[in-house]
């Protein structure tokens, strides 16, 4: 029965992981539509490294778990790039830890490399109505038009804040009530996920 289901398992896998990547440039696709979309919309899906340079492989089959234990140096890193009405995205994949589990997502970048365009995130097992509120759209909706880059070029990410952000905080969304130690963890997830790729981030401003 195992090696029957093995397959239509990995299907699945494969299907809910595209649904994911779109969900970050806001685009909602069912199990079943998920492999149509993605290859309408994801153009390219590529693997570099922490030097912004292109490496080869298959960066749909990459691990984050496995390359997140590896020296910053030798991870390979995905990137997804997504294009809607003949604007270009760049999908950026991040894990990190939650209260009581893994949690990860995805993040895209408009073509200007700084400027958040969606979010996506999900959990294993934070607490329902606390920590779990990382996947709600009211969560995820609030990284829209937030930056990643500072007025001077420097690299800050966007934080979680405890109490909320205040309305103008271009670097800034509401932390969940609740769940800060969840709320932290995605503010680290961020940080670490994404300055992984701030060598490539520079590499496709300056193209």
Known sequence: ????????????????????????????????????NYKKYIREAKIVNSL???LSGDAFTVDLNVE??????????????????N?????????GKG????????IS???DMETVYGANFDHKSETPGLGAEINT??????????????????FTSVTVVKGGAP????????????????????????????KSYESYFKKIKQS
């Open 68 to 85: 997140l234990r590896k020296d910053i140096k030798d991870r390979l890193l995905p990137v997804y790039i997504a294009e809607i009405e």
């Open 167 to 194: 309305d103008d905080d271009p670097y800034g969304v509401d932390a969940i009530s609740g769940g800060t130690i969840t709320s932290n963890g995605v503010t680290k997830m961020l940080f670490e996920g994404l």
């Open 137 to 154: 759209p009211a969560f995820k909706n609030q990284f829209k038009g937030k930056k990643i880059f500072d007025d001077k070029g420097a």
């Open 99 to 106: 209260l009581w589990g893994s949690i990860w997502g995805y």
């Open 1 to 36: 029965v195992s090696t029957v289901l093995k397959p239509i398992q990995d299907n699945n896998v494969y299907a809910e992981k595209m649904q994911n990547i779109l969900a970050s440039v806001n685009i909602e696709s069912s199990r079943n539509d998920a492999a149509a």
């Open 109 to 111: 970048l408009k073509s």
């Open 52 to 54: 912004g340079e292109d």
């Open 87 to 95: 604007q270009k995205y760049y999908i950026i994949p991040v894990r």
